[in-house]
């Protein structure tokens, strides 16, 4: 199946700071990316949709001016937590969809915030 | 929209028997359905996965099956081994989106 990365893996900042985390789709290019967050023990939640080039689209009750999405390529999608505060900490996941896999996405690693 | 139920939550098999986690949706739109197994602190995997016009699938001792007049669909892993503990998501993707259920953590005992 097709690699998708994240960068960081986990990052720990000071309440009011931004973070950006960077989703990569490794060996094929995306025609969209997902957000996902996931509190523990709990099931994933779409935060955003994006497509290249687009702006990104926001699921319900998603603060858009809050969680920043930048889909600049076929191959990067970037999220960037804008003024973090603690409860912002969570298991952020990015999935992406390869056109030629149907309705296929491939998930990345994650990335686990924690606010201070 | 999309609303998909997953059960059990939990559920504790010995090694060598069989697991079966059930879910229903509520899309009859809904034409794809995705299983994830996700590990504790890494993202979900795609382990198996069906589309509407077929009623069962199978990969070695995974197998899903689905029936549409029900919307129901199930994931049935045979022969369980410790390394498939992990948590089991089950998906249904309508118009543009994928809905997950709720997870069933699945702890296999030696």
């Known amino acids: 199946g097709a690699v998708v990365s994240q960068h960081p893996s986990w990052v720990i900042c000071k309440s009011g700071t931004s973070v950006k985390i960077e989703c990569r789709s490794l060996d094929f290019q995306a025609t969209t990316m997902f957000w996902y967050r996931q509190f523990p023990k709990q099931s994933l939640m779409l935060m955003a949709t994006?497509?290249?080039?687009?702006?990104?689209?926001?699921e319900q009750g998603v603060e858009k001016d809050k969680f920043l999405i930048n889909h600049a390529s076929l191959t990067l999608s970037t999220l960037t937590v804008t003024s973090a505060h603690p409860e912002d900490s969570s298991f952020y996941i990015c999935?992406?969809?390869?056109?030629?896999?149907?309705?296929?996405?491939?998930f990345g690693p994650g990335t686990r915030l924690t606010v201070l | 929209g999309e609303n998909v139920e997953q059960h059990p939550s939990t559920l504790s098999v010995q090694e060598g028997d069989s697991a079966v986690i059930k879910c229903t949706y509520s899309?009859?739109?809904?034409?794809?359905f995705p299983w994830y197994k996700q590990e504790l602190g890494k993202g979900p995997q795609l382990i198996i996965d069906?589309?509407?016009?077929?009623g069962e699938k199978k990969d070695q001792r995974i197998a899903v099956t689905l029936n549409k007049t029900a919307k129901h669909f199930s994931l049935h892993i045979t022969e369980t081994q410790p390394e498939d503990s992990a948590v089991y998501f089950c998906?249904?993707?309508?118009?543009?989106?994928?809905?997950f259920g709720i997870g069933t953590k699945l702890q296999v005992i030696p």
């Open positions: 069906i589309r509407s016009n077929v």
């Open positions: 999935s992406a969809h390869f056109w030629r896999d149907g309705d296929t996405q491939y």
């Open positions: 998906a249904a993707r309508g118009y543009q989106k994928v809905t």
């Open positions: 994006s497509n290249e080039g687009s702006k990104a689209t926001y």
């Open positions: 899309d009859s739109a809904s034409n794809y």
